[in-house]
């Protein structure tokens, strides 16, 4: 089939300020959108510049505003998007060039909340024990593959850049429900502050735009309830 | 920047006692040993950490634990020497089996969330090849975190070098390595954020860079998966080891080649044929479907060849509908999704079709057992290199690597080269650095980024994937291979005069792409003239004209030296400890 593809480009050494361009390209309607970005790079504008790795939604590189929404290029197939697809940046992240975006703030953001164990005792010879159930509890925040499509996609983030975002505040959550881990009350602490989880309202956009199907705005909330529950 | 000194022309030059090239689970884990040991050191990645392919990796990371039944490192150690066709060098797989174990302790410790017993023991799986009691049959020897083991590896490695204050430079390429006088100085990397050349001055670069599946047309690999390391040391007089041996995996999604997990079968999925056959209970009937995947991939490539693929077409089925919604639920949500996704098919009520796809590098940058670069048959080491993972050959997956031993073999001699590493650099002056040192990479990519004139590199790249797909892959014979060759070489020629289209200097993957290519045609070249000489069949590389495995003759590994004239190919001998070759059957 054929599709038009308009692209949202900016290149910081030839242009004043981004502009759409248009491409039409043929493709089987089963292709990943990775695919028709790559056909226009390949064969008709080799500057067309964006990132891209696995190619298949587990490596966080190529998420963009497809259609109005933020998804992964590699996850959404041309026959979900239709014979008209717009792509353009994450929103509300300084554009480096074309689909690239600055993530050095993003990253900065998920390290500042401690996303790592803490547990200074001494370890066992072998693993330590822990029920299934208490695996079960952090299990869908370890999905995460900092994308950054659901901060990306946040009205508060949009409204106040400092903002820790969503994805840091899932991958604290992945330790705070962690029954090896010891540093919650200072991660709880961290979060607790003017650019923490209260900024959140609950508008669900994160869940919406998350690609691996993490229930970001439920993780959210009980990091905020545990803040509450532990009195910080 | 004070670390800043000037060049000519001037270039930033950083200072690191020592470098590591890449950001998956070898480079990590080296980077963390670095960093407890107190050592100054950087990783430098192309892309951010997190994206590193060792997070596309599902199905499991092997150790002898022994948590659901009987199990012994002896026992692991036997099954990657048969699963890797006798050609596997048998220190390292004792080491790979032995360190296996406290390796995947560690992990825990770091906080990895394995999957759990019913006692809170870390979950293990079957998975292909790997055996109780030397063959007798699966044993459950596989760690796993669901079906994105890899994901949780490299986020909690990652996760370990932030609490440990590891220094990243995200988005740098590296581009060439600094070796002069035998003692290796530094690498060269360009900023991809503004095209700006960068010198880190070190006494030791370690390579972390993974494969190089690109050169395939079907390939399970990341694009970003092009061979860097291994291009770049082989371009500076260091020899490429049994790069004829490249794993084609028995289950990607037919097109795409994505990979869908072993773990598949290793939780009881079954293949079938167009008839609804169980087709391996005719090529390896003991193990049936986790018989290892060079013997799997060649049987689904019989099967299609002999026209029993799904409607004769050029796939087979994998058959999960059996497992129930539970267990895909809980053991395999991502490659079911994936199937969803890419196929449009609902595994837990339907057969997915899938096809052997590009997947793994047995062959690479050869080092000793400590991840030391070794430059020659009699095992020279080249001061201040050292290599680990994909892109190196220490060999413990000789012909062929068993599923889960890549995980495994990242994370012990990843270690092993941070704590060589560690030891080498203690107390020594940084090397000397030309002047010029970064002169002749900058030339090469000023020339490539300015031409005006030549040709797409895409007609290159799509030319180089189809014919490293239809003469060298999952089956060969000396013609297919010869022809492979010429046409390699034909490409190279191409190369020569190819032309990128983008001519800034932020962000220009166009030109770093067409850089990439490059490294893929050498190792292509590599692959085929190194596939040509070797006139038997083992493991990966298997020659219809050769069917055969030859131990007279052929018990050795490929060394390829780079010459004006092509690889010049020198072997060397497999070290043999305990177990002697004997016939391959499962």
Redesign the interface.
Known sequence: MQVQLRILRYDPERDQKPHWEQYTVETDPTAPLLDLLHTVKWHQDGSLTFRRSCAHGVCGSDAMLINGRNRLACKIRVDQLGKKISVAPLPGLKVIKDLVVDMDEFFAKYRSVMPFQVDDDVMPARERRQSQADRERYDDTTKCILCAACTSSCPSFWAQDTYVGPAAIVNAHRFIFDTRDAGSDDRLEILSDADGVWRCRTIFNCTDACPRGINITRAILEVSQAITARGI | MSEDIKLSPSIATHEYQAVIVGAGGAGLWAALELARSGVKAAVLTK??P????T??AQGGICAA?GNLEEDHWEWHMFDTVKGGDYLVDQDAAEILAREAIDT??EL????L????T?????DQRRFGGHTRNFGEGPVRRSCF??D?TG??IL?TLY??C??HGVRFF?EYHVVDVLIEGGQTRGVVAYRI?DGELHVFRSSAVMFATGGFGRMFRTTSN???LTGDGVALAYRRGVPIQDMEFFQFHPTGIPG?G?LLSEAARGEGGYLRNDSGERFMERYAPKLMELAPRDMVSRAIAMEIRAGRGIKGKDYVHLDLTHLGKAVIDAKLP?ITE?SR??Q?VEPITQPVPTTPTAHYAMGGIPTNTDSRVVIDERGTVLPGLYAAGECACVSVHGANRLGTNSLIDILVFGRRAGRSMAHDVAGVQLPEMARDAADQVREEIETLRTRTRGE???SI?SALADTMMDGVGVYRTGDSVKESVVRVRELQARYQNVR???K???????LLETRELGYLLDCAEAVAVSALARTESRGAHAREDFPDRNDEEWLKHTLAFKTDAGPELRYKPVTITTFQPKPRVY
Do not use: W
């Open positions: 892309l951010y997190t994206r590193s392919h997070g596309a634990l995947v302790v825990e410790h770091m906080g969330p394995f999957n759990r019913a006692d809170g023991r870390i975190a669901a994105r994901h949780m986020q996760q370990q932030i609490k995200d954020a990341a694009h970003s795409l994505i991502d994936f996704v890419y449009g797409n590199p895409a790249r990128v289209q983008d800034g200097t932020v962000f220009n993957t166009d």
